[in-house]
Nanobody, 124 residues
Framework: QVHLVESGGGLGQAGGSLRLSCVLSGRPFTLYAMGWFRQAPGQAREFVAAINRPGHNTAYAPSVKGRFIISRDNARNTLDLQMNGLKPEDTATYYC?????????????????WGQGTQVTVST
C-alpha cells in the first residue's frame, strides 16, 4: 500500500519562497509518476505540476509556470516543489499524488494515491 506524506508548508510572504516535500513509502518510488495539486478554500482542487518517473519531463499550470519547480529524488523516494515568487493567490492546501505508470497527467482522476495535504499561506 502506497503512503504519501507532505511537509514543508507554512506561512510565506509575497515574493518569497517555500519548498514542499512529499515522501512515498510502501512501494518503489520509481514505479510512479507524481504530481502536485492544490485546493483553496471554497474552490475545486486544481493541477499545479507533474513529473514523469525518470524525472526528465515536467508540466506546470500556467499560473505557476516560471515560478514553481517540481523535482524528484528517486534515491530518497522524495518529490519536491520549490515555490518562488509567491503570491497571495498561491494560498491553498497542497497535495502530492502518485500514479502508476511512466507518464504523467494534469488530470486529477489519473492519480490513484494522495497525501493528506500541507497548508501554504502567503501573506501580502
Amino acid at each position: 500500500q502506497v503512503h504519501l506524506v507532505e511537509s514543508g508548508g507554512g506561512l510565506g510572504q509575497a515574493g518569497g519562497s517555500l519548498r514542499l516535500s512529499c515522501v512515498l513509502s510502501g512501494r518503489p518510488f520509481t514505479l510512479y509518476a507524481m504530481g502536485w495539486f492544490r485546493q483553496a478554500p471554497g474552490q475545486a482542487r486544481e493541477f499545479v505540476a507533474a513529473i514523469n518517473r525518470p524525472g526528465h519531463n515536467t508540466a506546470y499550470a500556467p499560473s505557476v509556470k516560471g515560478r514553481f519547480i517540481i523535482s524528484r529524488d528517486n534515491a530518497r523516494n522524495t518529490l519536491d516543489l520549490q515555490m518562488n515568487g509567491l503570491k497571495p493567490e498561491d494560498t491553498a492546501t497542497y497535495y502530492c499524488a502518485a500514479a502508476s505508470g511512466s507518464s504523467y497527467s494534469t488530470r486529477e482522476s489519473f492519480y490513484g494515491c494522495w497525501g493528506q495535504g500541507t497548508q501554504v499561506t502567503v501573506s501580502t
